[in-house]
């Protein structure tokens, strides 16, 4: 089991940033790839970003390319999404998951986060 703790979400206006946070804990020893989802009121959870367990590989959703990025820091068991260039549209519930697949991370993940708010003001 894998247990994935969200933080850094708030409120900031357009054009700022905010960098989330994910620990994970538990059985966090066999690779295993992450990533982001959201989730904004009255629409269905979307893929925001994954990373492979090593780091080498990334994908991203076409909405947030150049504007977000997602990075890991294995040591520290935490995956990170750095969000620049907010706008309204960004403003929705965000969702830490992990999977041992690097495919199915980015559609029915095994493991989810709680999900943290960011809201983004015009």
């Known amino acids: 089991q894998v247990q994935l703790v969200e933080s850094g979400g708030g409120l900031v206006q357009a054009g700022g940033s905010l960098r989330l946070s994910c620990a994970a804990s538990?059985?966090?020893?066999?690779?295993?790839?992450m990533g982001w989802f959201r989730q904004a009121p009255g629409k269905e959870r979307e893929f925001v970003a994954t990373?492979?367990?090593?780091?080498?590989?990334?994908r991203y959703a076409d909405s947030v390319k150049g504007r977000f990025t997602i990075s890991r820091d294995n040591a520290k068991n935490t995956v990170y999404l750095q969000m620049n260039s907010l706008k309204p549209e960004d403003t929705a519930v965000y969702y830490c998951?992990?999977?041992?697949?690097?495919?199915?991370?980015?559609?029915?993940?095994?493991?989810w986060g709680q999900g943290t708010q960011v809201t983004v003001s015009s």
């Open positions: 538990g059985r966090t020893f066999s690779p295993y790839a």
């Open positions: 990373i492979s367990w090593s780091g080498s590989m990334t």
């Open positions: 998951a992990a999977d041992g697949d690097y495919v199915r991370v980015t559609t029915t993940p095994t493991y």
